[in-house]
């Protein structure tokens, strides 16, 4: 490596992942070509990768925040392109983090045209700051994962429910001030579940309003797609749920039968596997396999969400690939509007995709998904636009949340 070029990652080399950072390189020769290289390996052993080319200025420094990339994984400036145009060194894989305590390893690095490397530095990517506390949980059926902040309190609380395995989201939504419960959406070992009982959920749902450190008589939920129905399920039928945060999900319960207190409360709405549509990467586009909710067979899956007290924010990427969102939120909102509702606020994002995730992970375009019968799954969304619509988005969240959940004192024991 040059002893006289330095790569620098401002304003430190170690922050949490939702940050973004300012990279520079001094040293160079005036106008000098070099690439800017970045590498990952996930949990699972997997390889992601970015690269961009760019020009020094007369003084021999490439700044991010102010050059523009000449060609690569992205061009044009974007001073974050490194992170989330990194792709996968195998098709049809998604970046893991579930173990929240561990930092993900992050390398940069600059090249001469050549070949030669300059410089190199390490990013290191916290889930959690110091002082952050992180638990594993049993709630009845439910496997789940409790992250607290340091300090007293009292916080709001947020049940986080994913249906694709991750510390990620939640994690990082402790480090803005909530006690955040994550749950995955249970399935058996084939992927399906034959019948769906809210009462499960309810259960964690009273397991997080009991923490001592949570304030407030309700909580807020965030989810997206199958976890995303079950949101508005609960917010319909259970009590205390204050507000949720809906992206990419459907306004019928999708899949499987829901039952509350042993009876029925919505039928399921279904999918039809061969309304996949193939494309040439071996992907499948699934967006319209879902049977239409408004049909008059269906009705009995639709959500009654107008008997909702909370408050809804509704997300919606306009390519997403997986489902028609932008059609079933429209219709929540129309449904909302018929009965005279105001509780609810609606954004979609032109040019993005079904994972909306917290920003600067690394874009997935398609990966493995287990309720279709093993094929991968193409999510939809240009990555240069998903990812700016993910940084407006995670902050869109965090003051929704702040808003609508208001904190009292704490309790004095959590139950566990």
């Not at 990279?23 to 970015?50: A, C, P, Y």
């Not at 955040?180 to 964690?204: C, N, R, S, Y």
């Not at 009991?210 to 309700?218: A, E, I, L, S």
Request: neutral net charge.
């Amino acid at each position: 490596m040059s002893s006289q070029v330095r790569l620098r990652l401002l304003p430190s080399a170690r922050c949490l992942f939702d940050e973004p950072i300012q990279v520079k390189v001094e040293g160079l020769r005036s106008r000098q070509v070099v690439i800017m290289r970045t590498r990952l390996t996930d949990e699972e052993g997997m390889v992601f990768s970015s690269s961009a080319t760019y020009r020094a200025d007369g003084s021999g420094e490439v700044d991010l925040k102010r050059d523009p990339s000449l060609g690569g994984t992205y061009i044009g400036v974007e001073p974050m392109g490194l992170l989330w145009s990194m792709r996968p060194d195998t098709m049809h894989k998604r970046f893991q983090k579930t173990r929240s305590l561990e930092p993900q390893v992050v390398k940069f690095s600059v090249y001469e045209e050549e070949g030669r490397r300059l410089a190199e530095e390490t990013n290191e990517r916290l889930l959690m700051a110091n002082g952050f506390n992180r638990v594993l949980v049993k709630v009845g059926n439910i496997s789940g994962v409790l992250f607290t902040p340091p300090g007293d309190g009292p916080f709001p609380a947020v049940f986080d429910i994913s249906t694709l395995r991750s510390e990620l989201r939640a994690s990082l939504l402790a480090n803005k001030g909530f006690v955040v419960l994550a749950v995955t959406v249970p399935t058996d070992k084939a992927g399906k579940t034959q019948e769906m009982h809210l009462d499960m959920f309810e259960e964690a749902m009273d397991f997080l309003k009991q923490q001592p450190k949570v304030g407030g008589k309700g909580i807020g939920i965030i989810s997206r797609s199958k976890g995303a129905d079950i949101a508005l399920s609960l917010a319909a039928f259970v009590p205390g749920v204050d507000a949720v945060a809906w992206v990419n999900g459907c306004n019928a319960n999708v899949g499987t039968p829901l039952y509350y207190k042993k009876q029925q409360i919505l039928s399921p709405l279904l999918f039809d596997i061969s309304k996949f549509i193939p494309t040439e990467s071996g992907a499948v586009i699934a967006k319209h396999a879902l049977d239409d909710p408004r049909a008059e067979k269906n009705k009995g899956s639709l959500i009654p969400i107008e008997q909702a007290t909370s408050h809804f924010l509704f997300v919606a990427g306009e390519d997403d690939l997986n489902w028609d969102s932008k059609a079933y939120m429209d219709q929540m909102v129309e449904r909302l509007k018929c009965h005279g509702k105001e509780n609810f606020e609606s954004v979609s994002y032109p040019g993005a995709g079904h994972l909306l995730e917290p920003p600067y992970a690394p874009f997935c375009s398609s990966c493995l998904h287990t309720e279709s019968k093993g094929l991968s799954i193409l999510w939809g969304g240009e990555p240069k636009i998903h990812a700016a619509a993910e940084v407006h988005l995670w902050n869109k969240i965090q003051k929704f949340f702040k808003t609508h959940l208001i904190c009292d004192k704490p309790k004095t024991k959590a139950k566990l």
